[in-house]
Nanobody, 129 residues
């Protein structure tokens, strides 16, 4: 059964760092675009970052550019989101998602929920002093 599992969330102080992992089981991530999304309290889920199947193309929401980095290790069937300089407004449940319908042109559609077919259950990130 195709499954995505996020891990690495937790409580961190402002300015701190966390690395989230998205591990796949039941299928190989090699041919999938992977996106990271988040849902903050009282807000809709938003796209944070994505990485193409080859890992060559990535993009980020403006709110996290320069602070977050997405990478993938296909040998480990895992995608990572390194989050630095965390702010209280980064507090949210973070989800990873997979799709074979990603846009190689680098379209902003790669940060839309509707592009993705498989979802993890999320991991909580809380940034607070």
């Amino acid at each position: 059964q195709l499954q995505l599992v996020e891990s690495g969330g937790g409580l961190v102080q402002p300015g701190g760092s966390l690395r989230l992992s998205c591990a796949a089981s039941g299928f190989s991530l090699d041919y999938y675009f992977i996106g990271w999304f988040r849902r903050a309290p009282g807000k809709e889920r938003e796209g944070v970052s994505y990485i193409s199947s080859s890992g060559i193309r990535t993009n980020y929401a403006d709110s996290v550019k320069g602070r977050f980095t997405i990478t993938r290790d296909n040998a480990k069937n895992t995608v990572y989101l390194q989050m630095n300089s965390l702010k209280p407004e980064d507090t949210a449940i973070y989800y990873c998602a997979a799709t074979q319908r990603g846009y190689y042109s680098g379209s902003n559609a790669n940060l839309r929920e509707s592009t993705y077919d498989y979802w993890g259950r999320g991991t909580q990130v809380t940034v607070s002093s």
